[in-house]
């Protein structure tokens, strides 16, 4: 198990590799951001054709996607419930087991058979999460300028 001085010297040497503290904040917390998206089976492909544009860190940006994707599983009730109260309408009743085993047997069919739950899923992650998201940036942007300065700080 890497101890803390090894954890701490990838981290720094990341802002070796050209990173600015705003593009590692923004790789982070887009990454994150979509990798919580109530969709399964986009995040490596939105996370691409967003990277490619703005330059940011793209192995980052996948590596951080694929550590928050479990965490999706987490949001994607809530996401719809919020939704749904949004909407000030009931949706069917839902269960985690019932999504994943529906997405086992037919994606397609399970886009129709929730495509309703998928929008209410879609504005409660953009009520809650992109809010967030971009309070988050700030924080992390400035946690991160603090680090970068620290660790560029002659001796």
Same mark, same amino acid.
């Given at each position: !198990?890497?101890?803390?001085?090894?954890?701490?010297?990838?981290?720094?040497? @990341? #802002?070796?590799? +050209?990173?600015?503290?705003?593009? @590692?904040?923004?790789?982070?917390?887009?990454?994150?951001?979509? $990798?919580? #998206?109530?969709?399964? +089976?986009?995040?490596?492909?939105?996370?691409?054709?967003?990277?490619?544009?703005?330059? @940011?860190?793209?192995?980052? !940006?996948?590596?951080? $996607?694929?550590?928050?994707?479990?965490?999706?599983?987490?949001?994607?009730?809530?996401?719809?419930? @919020? +939704?749904?109260?949004?909407?000030?309408?009931?949706?069917?009743?839902?269960?985690?087991?019932?999504?994943?085993?529906?997405?086992? &047997?037919?994606?397609?069919?399970?886009?129709?058979?929730? $495509?309703?739950?998928?929008?209410?899923? #879609?504005?409660?992650?953009?009520?809650?999460?992109?809010?967030?998201?971009?309070?988050?940036?700030?924080?992390?942007?400035? &946690?991160?300028?603090?680090?970068?300065?620290?660790?560029?700080?002659?001796?």
């Amino acid at each position: !198990m890497p101890n803390l001085k090894n954890l701490w010297k990838k981290f720094t040497d @990341l #802002f070796k590799q +050209g990173l600015s503290p705003k593009s @590692l904040a923004l790789s982070l917390v887009i990454s994150i951001l979509v $990798s919580i #998206f109530p969709l399964f +089976g986009i995040s490596t492909i939105v996370l691409v054709c967003i990277t490619v544009p703005f330059k @940011l860190n793209l192995p980052i !940006m996948i590596a951080v $996607s694929y550590i928050a994707e479990p965490v999706k599983l987490l949001f994607l009730i809530p996401f719809i419930k @919020l +939704g749904a109260t949004i909407f000030n309408t009931e949706h069917t009743l839902l269960t985690l087991e019932a999504i994943k085993t529906s997405f086992d &047997i037919s994606f397609l069919n399970t886009l129709k058979a929730l $495509s309703f739950e998928l929008l209410c899923g #879609f504005v409660g992650w953009l009520i809650a999460a992109v809010p967030l998201a971009v309070v988050a940036y700030f924080i992390l942007k400035l &946690i991160l300028t603090y680090l970068y300065k620290l660790k560029n700080k002659p001796l």
